[in-house]
């Protein structure tokens, strides 16, 4: 077809399907963890954290961790362990 253009770009696509994609692109504090939600941390370093705003949620001592809360489900997690959570879910 004549009607078709190419343009050539680098955009950074990365897969968001999995925890390790999620932490990768985003923003992080001054020890490199993810956080969203009303969070408190001590001592923790790398992790993802993410629950509802509306809960306070304290973190002392953890290490590349996933804690993350949705619906009626607590996920704790290492970051390196994220696969094998679907034998569980």
């Known amino acids: 077809a004549q009607n078709v253009h190419v343009v050539l ?8 399907g999995t925890w390790k994609s999620l932490y990768e692109v985003s923003e992080k504090d001054e ?14 370093t790398g992790s993802i954290i993410k629950t509802p705003k509306e809960r306070l949620v304290v973190v002392e001592g953890l290490s590349d961790y996933i804690v993350a809360e949705f619906d009626n489900v607590l996920l704790i997690c290492p970051k390196d362990k994220e696969q094998k959570v679907k034998e569980f879910v």
Do not use: A, M, R
């Open 31 to 44: 020890n490199d963890n993810v956080i969203d939600g009303h969070i408190v941390t001590h001592n923790t």
């Open 9 to 16: 770009s680098d955009i950074g696509w990365s897969d968001l």
